[in-house]
């Protein structure tokens, strides 16, 4: 795996690509990427001026704009707070169009399962101290950030096995410091992200796509992505990227640059 260039000792070169582009989508994540990581997730704030950055880019005629993310499809978009944009949530398993129409392609079996290992692992898990069991719309994760070794561990032995005592109707997701149960399939962010960027084809042409995350969950699209592309990872540590930005104020940064070069 080859390391990432930093984006802005590249950045004219960057510009030129992206200037050159008929279209443009820019997706991002939200926590470490938009929004400084937070001790807890439900203290995650999007900063006004990135809000207002995304407003701007959303505003010109030859740019699409998407915020994806493991949060549900409702706290998303309650914490972005902008009309107009395509929302992906729970890792591609919820979405909404531009217009605010919804979808998702999780069945009631699935769902009833979910709530069910929700229930086991508030039961559990949910006195222990540093551990926080999230019960989301359609799947359920156990945040283990401010929690010691012990309960970390703790947490995942939980979670292994109720897995193997669910009947394969849950697979299990690892992000930072989070584990999460998802309904089976192979669906993520990536699989999402590039479904809907394929639709907006035209010509057989779909537009320049301009990915910026900082999960391990993202990578999931970082691999898939060729060199007619943008992926930008946030933060330190390996990945698939092809450019790197330090952090979201950088990414903010990032963004701000992008709305000049295109107006």
């Given at each position: 795996?080859?390391p990432?260039?930093?984006?802005?000792?590249h950045w004219?070169r960057?510009a030129?690509?992206?200037?050159?582009?008929?279209?443009?989508?820019?997706?991002?994540?939200?926590?470490?990427?938009?929004?400084?990581?937070?001790?807890?997730p439900?203290?995650?704030l999007?900063?006004?001026?990135?809000?207002a950055?995304?407003?701007?880019?959303?505003?010109?005629?030859?740019?699409?704009?998407?915020?994806?993310?493991?949060?549900?499809?409702?706290?998303?978009r309650?914490?972005?707070?902008?009309p107009?944009?395509?929302?992906i949530?729970?890792?591609?398993l919820?979405w909404?169009?531009p217009?605010?129409?919804?979808?998702?392609?999780?069945?009631?079996?699935?769902?009833?399962?979910i709530?069910?290992l929700g229930k086991?692992?508030?039961?559990?898990?949910?006195d222990?101290p540093?551990l926080?069991?999230?019960?989301?719309?359609?799947?359920?994760t156990v945040?283990?950030?401010?929690a010691?070794?012990?309960?970390?561990?703790?947490?995942?032995?939980?979670v292994?096995?109720?897995?193997?005592?669910?009947?394969?109707?849950?697979?299990?997701?690892q992000?930072?410091?989070v584990?999460?149960l998802?309904p089976p399939?192979?669906?993520?962010?990536?699989?999402?992200?590039?479904?809907?960027?394929?639709?907006?084809?035209r010509?057989?042409?779909r537009?320049?796509?301009?990915?910026?995350g900082?999960?391990t969950?993202?990578?999931?699209?970082?691999r898939?992505?060729g060199?007619?592309?943008?992926?930008?990872?946030?933060?330190?540590?390996?990945?698939?990227?092809?450019?790197?930005?330090?952090s979201?104020?950088?990414?903010?940064?990032?963004?701000r640059?992008?709305?000049?070069?295109?107006?």
């Amino acid at each position: 795996m080859k390391p990432p260039l930093s984006l802005w000792l590249h950045w004219c070169r960057v510009a030129r690509q992206v200037v050159a582009a008929p279209r443009v989508a820019v997706f991002c994540d939200f926590d470490g990427t938009l929004a400084p990581i937070v001790r807890h997730p439900a203290e995650a704030l999007l900063p006004a001026a990135t809000r207002a950055v995304l407003r701007r880019l959303q505003q010109l005629p030859r740019v699409v704009v998407g915020i994806v993310s493991g949060r549900s499809l409702a706290d998303l978009r309650q914490r972005i707070g902008l009309p107009g944009l395509h929302y992906i949530g729970s890792h591609g398993l919820e979405w909404s169009a531009p217009n605010g129409r919804r979808r998702s392609n999780v069945t009631a079996v699935s769902l009833a399962c979910i709530r069910k290992l929700g229930k086991a692992l508030d039961a559990r898990l949910g006195d222990v101290p540093g551990l926080w069991v999230e019960r989301k719309s359609v799947s359920v994760t156990v945040h283990y950030r401010n929690a010691s070794r012990r309960a970390a561990e703790q947490a995942r032995r939980a979670v292994t096995e109720l897995l193997q005592q669910s009947s394969n109707c849950a697979r299990l997701l690892q992000g930072k410091k989070v584990l999460e149960l998802l309904p089976p399939g192979h669906g993520d962010k990536g699989q999402a992200v590039l479904r809907l960027v394929a639709s907006m084809a035209r010509n057989g042409r779909r537009p320049l796509l301009i990915y910026l995350g900082d999960d391990t969950t993202d990578e999931s699209l970082f691999r898939r992505l060729g060199g007619n592309d943008l992926s930008i990872h946030v933060g330190s540590g390996p990945t698939r990227a092809r450019y790197r930005l330090r952090s979201p104020r950088e990414a903010a940064r990032f963004l701000r640059s992008l709305a000049e070069v295109l107006a």
